[in-house]
DNA sequence: GATGAATGAGTGTTCATTCAT
DNA sequence: TATGAATGAACACTCATTCAT
């Protein structure tokens, strides 16, 4: 979730306890491998003593701060929602003519997708346990509802300047544009074995990335 | 020895839970049953005792005829694939006139993803799994090139006939038809609760439909 | 148990079928079978499925003939105690010279143990399950008894003519004999691990079978 | 923060089923039960269940400390060596003359072999495996070096005197000694049946051991 | 705040055995 | 005589979780 930064890591402390008073970096720490380990195994998939293994800080400390397996999986899917949120809020493209600003939102989300497989694997999983956890979700709500509203404001420059449609549903264009850039890396192990094809190798990926703009822009272009 | 018999299978018999000396129809109950569960809740989430269903009799015959979990899961996955070629293969969409073959042929796939949300959610699951048990497929490589060769021809008479593009390749209209049809059952639970609608629904469902029909023929038509 | 025939094995003939409404050699094949995995993993350590893949003959078979796998075992037991007995009744040693004859009788002793390790490894086997199946074997009684007799004549002939101890009891030259034969086979594995030495090389066991001898003639000896 | 605590450790309650973070005793606990399953019914007859006693918590701290069956299996036979190691080595009989040494280490071993069956059967176990645990204990080896050094030394002493042989190789000794007082335990319950003589009767031992050195001593003498 | 020891319910799987033909 | 299908009890082992310090 969090770009690998240069940052030491952990036990550069001289004392092997160290960390030992820094809450919040334990949590941190605990969040930073079960994000990875429920990425890769699912909620079920996952060990609890795994998780607990390869954080510094002891198993113990899960049940400490989280109560349990499933609050340590509804923090690890919050904190992967708040960083998606705000990536999405520091876009600028509101100032952008319609049409760039629509193809860089794509491009981004796009990018955003296939640079953190963490968070799409994650909310495959969500959605494979029926979203049972986001109801626990504190600001998802409103964080699905803006990206929601930032497409509609450029559709609406768009149509207004006359080079969009005035009839396309902006939660058509919303879903078409999260469903193209979630399938690249959601089903890229099913479809490299069925059609010979890697989605998530670059070449495939940057080509796919324009196709994926060129796509959504003939979905709301005016004329061609 | 044994006069072989004209009289129809055992099978007549359907409601009954009668499974004796019936290999077929105990297998077929038991993948049956399999699907549901490891579409519910995965490989891992999914519970021997639970696929068994009822009799603690036929959980043993998992073993007997799958070897273990995973062997069941590898079978289940396959009947799946089995399933959706034998649809894609009966789809006789050649006779219609570009436009409409291409239209006809997302619906159907569409259509298809609606009604069966456990094919959707396996492929879930086996991608989840990184696609390890796709090797074991037997036949699932040819059927996948099959669905992209057969809307190849359709692109390339539209190409021919002057209604579609020359320059759109079949590998993105089949990933976009794909990715948008499977989006709409796979992600239906997190979108339902970030963005308060149900794609489930099938008011939305059919809307949602004829809006992927279009944005796919937009996608390819020369002129709109 | 049996020398290794020259004889063709079985599937010799053409029919793939072949040893129907042949039980005894079913039966023989069956007890094949079972005695070496019988010796090499023990009564426990055997699986009814292994002998019964193994074997041309099906698994149900073994139920046919021997009831369950204790009556399985048993069989196997009595089998080897039967081919034992044969042996020792076949030597030929009363009319040697006293000496020779003790001399010619452990040496046969000792080459038999270590050309069977089936038989050393089944009595093991039987001592663990403490020789709860020996009640079952009809003619094994007879069988230890009549080695015991051919031994004390030879001590007797020996005695009378001088050469041997009066007051050696045969029952301790017996046990003796049987010991240091017995031993060789059965603590291999261990001896050669605490000891770097293995007991099962050839080199070794000739030196040791001499060993053996000189000992138990230094034993009986009436004068060294 | 804590005042380091002057009471004596829980071990005051030794026959309370307190085991309350006591780990050796715990593990000590686990042992004891497990040397007698693992010695009355072998790796593969043994069942974790019944080692466990009849607390199904304890059962549980196999696999925290020892890991699997197999580990535990390892913790009971390298527990026995040791034993039987700290006893030949806190045997002096390097002051008694030459004979009597002998002899004595003899009755020794002897005694130790009948009234320790648990060990005796241990090491049939072992054999039946083939001795494939083995290579997993860790001072094994050098105990039974130990053990034939100190021989060596005796029968020295003894040839350097004059009262034993200078060409009876002391790994003979040494395995005959070892083989005579095993087979007395090791095979009671076969010989019981076959000859009707139990070698586990109180009578029946007490003669056997002196026989059992007198048949050593005989062996290494240098005149009788 | 932090930890090693302990726990009970349940997991996938294997076993010897029997059924129906 | 012979066999593939079926079975229930038990098996070794794992899980998330809690206790005592």
């Given at each position: 979730?969090?770009?690998?930064?240069?940052?030491?890591?952990?036990?550069?402390?001289?004392?092997?306890?160290?960390?030992?008073?820094?809450?919040?970096?334990?949590?941190?720490?605990?969040?930073?491998?079960?994000?990875?380990a429920f990425a890769r195994d699912g909620l079920t998939g996952s060990r609890i003593n795994?998780?607990?293994?390869?954080?510094?800080?002891?198993?113990?400390?899960?049940?400490?701060?989280?109560?349990?397996?499933?609050?340590?999986?509804?923090?690890?899917?919050?904190?992967c929602y708040a960083d998606i949120r705000s990536r999405e809020e520091a876009i600028g493209v509101e100032d952008l003519p319609p049409e760039e600003a629509l193809a860089q939102l794509v491009r981004l989300?796009?990018?955003?997708?296939?640079?953190?497989?963490?968070?799409?694997?994650?909310?495959?999983?969500?959605?494979?346990?029926?979203?049972?956890h986001m109801r626990y979700l504190k600001e998802a709500r409103t964080r699905g509802l803006f990206a929601l509203q930032q497409l509609t404001r450029i559709l609406?420059?768009?149509?207004?300047?006359?080079?969009?449609?005035?009839?396309?549903?902006?939660?058509?264009?919303?879903?078409s544009i999260s469903a193209l850039c979630f399938y690249n890396v959601s089903n890229r192990w099913t479809v490299a074995h069925l059609l010979e094809h890697d989605m998530g190798d670059v070449t495939h990926a940057a080509s796919r990335r324009e196709a994926v703009v060129d796509e959504i822009l003939r979905l709301c272009r005016l004329k061609v």
């Amino acid at each position: 979730m969090k770009t690998p930064a240069v940052q030491p890591r952990k036990k550069s402390t001289p004392a092997s306890n160290a960390r030992i008073n820094d809450p919040e970096r334990t949590k941190e720490d605990i969040l930073e491998i079960a994000t990875h380990a429920f990425a890769r195994d699912g909620l079920t998939g996952s060990r609890i003593n795994d998780i607990g293994g390869l954080t510094a800080a002891s198993k113990r400390m899960i049940y400490y701060y989280f109560e349990n397996k499933e609050g340590l999986y509804r923090a690890v899917l919050e904190r992967c929602y708040a960083d998606i949120r705000s990536r999405e809020e520091a876009i600028g493209v509101e100032d952008l003519p319609p049409e760039e600003a629509l193809a860089q939102l794509v491009r981004l989300k796009f990018t955003y997708h296939m640079e953190h497989p963490e968070f799409v694997r994650l909310v495959m999983v969500e959605n494979i346990h029926q979203g049972e956890h986001m109801r626990y979700l504190k600001e998802a709500r409103t964080r699905g509802l803006f990206a929601l509203q930032q497409l509609t404001r450029i559709l609406q420059r768009g149509a207004d300047s006359g080079v969009f449609r005035k009839d396309v549903r902006p939660i058509d264009v919303h879903t078409s544009i999260s469903a193209l850039c979630f399938y690249n890396v959601s089903n890229r192990w099913t479809v490299a074995h069925l059609l010979e094809h890697d989605m998530g190798d670059v070449t495939h990926a940057a080509s796919r990335r324009e196709a994926v703009v060129d796509e959504i822009l003939r979905l709301c272009r005016l004329k061609v």
